[in-house]
């Protein structure tokens, strides 16, 4: 089953995806994944820290200013060795009641960023997924997944976090992947 949180830019997914996790983790269910925390510089955001949820350590991830063979979306950089430590976790989540990644985007409806990892836990899925993915580009990214078990979620609703919560809950329950 792959469970997609929406919502646009800057709307409080990560935060939301944060609560997700204290509660899931609260009630012994095994999760692996990243997520993306921001960097601020006087109110702006410079780049993301990518927060290996296994090891409970953040990694530099995403940069405002980087080296034109990165690959790039926007204005934002990935950096190398962040990009390859996002797939490695995605890969290694096989074996997580649930993976969560935080977030997909542009780049990897373009087949690049962590889209060569996570293709390969997609189809057929291997685990149950918690996804975030923008609004703008859900649709596509329904396209890119086809017909499988997916369930969307939008931040827009104020109980989303639970619905996400006990979902996951009654899909680890019935053991339907």
């Keep these: 089953m792959i469970f997609l949180l929406s919502g646009p830019i800057h709307s409080g997914k990560t935060s939301l995806i ?24 006087n109110s702006e955001i410079i780049g993301y820290d990518l927060l290996d949820l296994k090891k409970e350590k953040p990694l530099p991830f995403i940069v405002k200013f980087g080296e034109n063979s990165w690959q790039k979306i926007g204005s934002f950089f990935f950096i190398p060795e962040g990009l390859k430590e996002a797939n490695k976790i995605i890969l290694r989540g096989k074996d997580a009641d649930i993976l969560i990644i935080d977030e ?19 189809s057929p899925p291997v685990t149950r997924l918690l996804l975030v993915v923008r609004e703008n580009i859900i649709e596509n990214f329904r396209e890119l997944l086809g017909n499988g078990r997916m369930k969307i979620f939008n931040i827009k609703n104020k109980e989303v976090a639970g619905h996400i919560i006990e979902d996951i809950i009654t899909n680890l329950k019935s053991r339907d992947i």
Excluded: A, R, T
């Design 18 to 41: 944060k609560v997700i996790i204290k509660e899931l983790q609260s009630v012994n269910i095994k999760l692996d994944g990243f997520i993306s925390n921001p960097i601020f510089k």
């Design 104 to 122: 997909i985007g542009p780049l990897e409806l373009s087949g690049q960023g962590v889209w060569p990892s996570l293709k390969k836990v997609i």
